[in-house]
């Protein structure tokens, strides 16, 4: 069931559009209620959408090793940080629904549609150390994205950044700790932590995305201050706090061209490899058709779930005319 592509956006009242840019301009928040161009109001639903089937779809890899936690402490943080990554989807649906469209309709342009989700969900977890990476290095990266999007001009895109960013703190923690705690294991638990690395690194850097000369939407979204900034500066900000995160626990990133600029402080990268990112992003990814199946089946299994709650909803609503 894809859903029709929408008609081209209206042209807008020129003195409104100026009303709002320089809203936007003073750093003013943009609420549900409030004018705002059709432009905007679709780039913000496209983007927190996406932002909220990643959330969802994110559970997957993960919850993949709860039954296999290696002690008991471990399972419960694994536990309650899958359980953190759906909150993070509901609230995401919730604000995203603000903007006029409804979950259903949201989550039927991903399972049906052409949605996307983070390109980084599409990788397999091979062995325990992927957990601690995950938690180090992808929640890091997704830290240093929605610290930025807490200050984003939409009301309740930057109010559920807040709180999701506390519990990404936890989860980053828990991660960094994980990772620490084999690399001064067995050499067996160091090579297992750091083989992780190697395979997560590159995917990581490309959960920001394209290069911003690449990058169609960052035009919009930085002049309506959604993004605060680019795809570029968030990226090499993960490079700068991660070196050092590295360095301290005895682990090597996979790339020969990492070098620090003495002049700027920056740790100079490598070429990111954006033929991956591209057939990623495009489904071909080592593992999109297993997400995207394991979604459709829990959504389509979950159907009588949906209609129990609709129908309980529909028996405690009063009568029309009762309410009165
Ligand atoms: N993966 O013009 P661009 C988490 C697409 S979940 C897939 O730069 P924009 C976690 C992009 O959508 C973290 N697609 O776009 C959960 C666009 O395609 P469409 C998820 C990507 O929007 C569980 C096209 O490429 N975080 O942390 O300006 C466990 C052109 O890109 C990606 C968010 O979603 C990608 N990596 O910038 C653990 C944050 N990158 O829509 C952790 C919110 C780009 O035209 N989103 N594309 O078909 C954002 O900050 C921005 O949307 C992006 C992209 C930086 C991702």
């Known amino acids: 069931m894809a859903t029709e592509a929408k008609p081209a956006a209206p042209t807008e009242d020129p003195v ?3 009303e709002f840019e320089a809203r936007c301009d003073r750093g003013e928040t943009i609420e549900p209620k409030d004018w705002m161009p059709e432009k905007y109001r679709r780039q913000l639903t496209r983007m927190m959408s996406q932002h909220a089937h990643s959330e969802v779809v994110g559970m997957l890899p993960e919850g993949n090793w709860i039954t296999r936690a290696p002690n008991l402490r471990r399972k419960m943080c694994l536990i309650a940080k899958v359980q953190d990554e759906g909150g993070h989807g509901l609230y995401i649906y919730c604000g995203t629904e603000t903007l006029g469209t409804d979950r259903a309709e949201l989550i039927d342009q991903y399972l049906y549609g052409t949605a996307k989700y983070s390109s980084i969900f599409n990788y397999p977890t091979l062995t325990w150390a992927d957990i601690g990476v995950i938690g180090w290095l992808v929640d890091g990266a997704a830290i ?12 309740p895109y930057a109010r559920a950044m ?17 990772c620490a705690t084999l690399a001064r294991g067995t050499p067996a638990q ?11 690194w590159w995917p990581s850097l490309m959960m920001f995305g394209p290069h911003d000369t690449n990058s169609p939407h960052s035009a919009d979204l930085l002049r309506w201050k959604v993004k605060q900034k680019s795809n570029d500066d968030l990226r090499q900000r993960f490079v700068n706090l991660t070196v050092p995160q590295a360095q301290a626990i005895g682990l090597t990133l996979p790339d020969p061209d990492l070098k620090l600029d003495q ?19 495009a489904g071909n990814g080592p593992m999109n058709r297993e997400r995207i199946a394991a979604r459709r089946k829990a959504h389509e299994e ?23």
Request: proline fraction near 1%; glycine fraction near 8%.
């Open 263 to 281: 002049a700027t402080g920056d740790w100079k990268f490598g070429e990111i490899d954006w033929s991956e990112f591209n057939a990623v992003i």
């Open 16 to 18: 409104k559009l100026a």
């Open 144 to 155: 240093v994205n929605q610290t930025m999007l807490a200050h984003a001009s939409y009301g």
């Open 162 to 178: 807040i709180r999701i960013c506390k519990e990404e703190n936890f989860h980053k923690r828990q991660g960094y700790e994980l």
């Open 190 to 200: 160091k090579a297992m932590v750091q083989d992780a690395v190697n395979r997560w």
């Open 302 to 324: 979950g159907a009588w779930v949906r209609e129990a709650a609709a129908a309980y909803a529909a028996k405690h609503q009063p009568a029309a005319g009762q309410a009165a």
